[in-house]
Structures are given as structure tokens and as C-alpha cells.
């Protein structure tokens, strides 16, 4: 084997080990995420509705019926909506009601 070679080989492995390192830290910060609660999946729903459970659409259905959106958007959009309003409502009227606001 000769100097290139062995330094090619040398190279390769370097970034495998990196490659891997990247992997850990994002593996890690995702599960920092989820202890904080601040982690959502979304799972296709091509998962679901092949095991018999609604598809995405039809889930969020009475969601957009309630802001009075039209269902023909992103459908990732209008969840964070729906979860941001209904959730700012809940804390505002909280506030109210321990006197805070």
C-alpha cells in the first residue's frame, strides 16, 4: 500500500467517524427536543390509513372547519395554526382566571 492509498484510507475513515459523530449529536439534541416537549411527528399518512385510521385530511377536517380555513392548504400549516390558537386561547383564559392577565 502506498502513501495515497493509505491516506485515502486514512480520509475515508474520518469522515465515517464523522459522519457518525453528526449522527449522535442530532439523535442527541432530537431527544432534548422531545424531553422538552417540543417534538412533533408527523407520520405520512399512508402509515395510518393503510391500518384503517383516517387520513390527514379527513383528521384535520374539523380543525380548519373551526378557523374557518379552507381545508386546501398545507396541512402541516394549518395543525401548527390550530395548535397555536387554541393553545394561546387556553393560557390567555388560565391567565384570566388565576387573576394573572
Do not use: H
Not at 395510518?48 to 400549516?77: C, F, I, Q, R
Not at 387556553?90 to 394573572?100: C, F, H, K, Y
Amino acid at each position: 500500500m502506498n502513501n495515497i492509498e493509505s491516506y485515502t484510507r486514512r480520509l475515508e475513515r474520518y469522515k465515517e467517524i464523522k459522519d457518525a459523530s453528526t449522527k449522535i449529536i442530532f439523535l442527541d439534541r432530537i431527544v432534548d427536543e422531545m424531553k422538552r416537549g417540543y417534538l412533533n411527528i408527523f407520520a405520512g399518512a399512508g402509515l395510518s390509513a393503510a391500518s384503517g385510521y383516517v387520513d390527514w385530511k379527513t383528521l384535520l377536517e374539523p380543525m380548519s372547519k373551526a378557523l374557518g380555513l379552507n381545508l386546501n392548504m398545507d396541512l402541516t400549516l394549518l395543525a401548527q395554526y390550530y395548535k397555536n390558537e387554541y393553545t394561546l386561547n387556553i393560557t390567555v383564559r388560565q391567565s384570566r382566571q388565576s387573576g394573572v392577565a
